[in-house]
Structures are given as structure tokens and as C-alpha cells.
């Protein structure tokens, strides 16, 4: 499987957002329960999509069932400017009722069908291992001396920097909103 580093990055930064929602300053569990207050929250966290949207679509956490693992692997390899048409991809999965609900609301703004098949990917991914970190951990375990890092391409270089930009600019609008800068 074959994984663009949009959804690379962004992998890691919805499992973030998911390990920040699970349990409160006591050690426990409150996902359901925060994800039910999120949930809640859809029409203001709308406002995010285009800046952070892992902190959005975690809304969908657990309301994907994936029919076609072979569509979503496709899917994966694609940059955010390249996915298939949410028409093509919804055939291929199946919304719980209550993500139905969700995604009716969120089909009507006008960056919707990209933020559900974003969702929809983040969401199959956090089901999967990370085949990079899997293949990382074992080079570790492999090299006495540690892994070397190869030089950076270009491309690379551009879509990390372009990463950082989509972060930082998501932070300083959450930090408009009135909330503390996530460092």
C-alpha cells in the first residue's frame, strides 16, 4: 500500500487528536463521551476543515465501514488535490446512521466531498499499521549504529513545508477562536 505524504502526515496528527480526546486528567476513558461533545459541535468545527482537518474528522471515528479495502488503499496514494470524486468513493464504504447524519450536514458546505473522503481515509488508515513506522522500527532494530536519514527531494521538502504552513495556520485560527496554542 502505497501512502502520499499528505496522508502520511496527516496520520499521525489524527491519531494525535484521537489520544488527546481519549481520557481526562485522571487516566480515563472519555472518548465516546468527547467525541459525542465534537459531534455536537459540527457546525462551528466546519470552519476548520480546510485549515485542520484531522481536528475535525475524528467526528467520524468508528462510522466508516469499508467495503473495498482495494478503494481505500487507492485513495491513500492520492494528494489532497488529487482525490477521486466522493461519488466514486461512497459506493464503496458504508456510513453508520448517526455518520449519515453527520455527513449530510457536511455535504452541503462546499469543501464537503473532499473533507469526507479525507475523513474516510484517516479513518481507514487509523486501522491499519503504519507500514513507514513498522519499517523504521525494524531498520532500528537492524542497525547497531542507528538509521541515517537520506537527503531530502525537493518535492518532500515543498509538501513538509506546505504541512507546517496548514498547521500553523490551523493553530493561530484556533488560537482566534479563544483556545490555547496546542505545542
Not at 479495502?69 to 485513495?75: D, G
Request: avoid cysteine.
Amino acid at each position: 500500500m502505497r501512502i502520499s505524504p499528505f496522508f502520511h502526515q496527516l496520520r499521525s496528527a489524527y491519531q494525535a487528536e484521537l489520544d488527546d480526546l481519549a481520557s481526562d486528567s485522571e487516566g480515563k476513558d472519555v472518548l465516546q463521551q468527547r467525541l459525542k461533545q465534537k459531534r455536537g459541535e459540527l457546525k462551528f468545527l466546519l470552519q476548520m476543515i480546510e485549515f485542520s482537518p484531522e481536528m475535525v474528522a475524528v467526528i467520524f471515528h468508528e462510522g466508516f465501514q469499508f467495503k473495498s479495502p482495494a478503494a481505500m488503499e487507492h485513495l491513500l496514494g492520492h494528494e489532497s488535490d488529487e482525490f477521486p470524486d466522493w461519488d466514486t468513493l461512497a459506493p464503496t464504504l458504508q456510513l453508520t446512521p448517526w455518520a449519515q447524519t453527520l455527513a449530510k450536514q457536511v455535504l452541503k458546505e462546499p469543501l464537503g466531498e473532499w473533507f469526507l473522503t479525507l475523513a474516510a481515509g484517516l479513518e481507514y488508515m487509523h486501522a491499519k499499521p503504519d507500514p513507514i513506522r513498522a519499517e523504521q522500527a525494524e531498520d532500528d532494530s537492524d542497525e547497531e549504529d542507528g538509521p541515517e536519514d537520506g537527503p531530502m527531494d525537493a518535492q518532500d521538502a515543498q509538501e513538509e513545508k506546505e504541512a507546517r504552513e496548514r498547521a500553523e495556520a490551523g493553530a493561530d485560527w484556533m488560537v482566534e477562536q479563544g483556545f490555547d496554542r496546542k505545542d
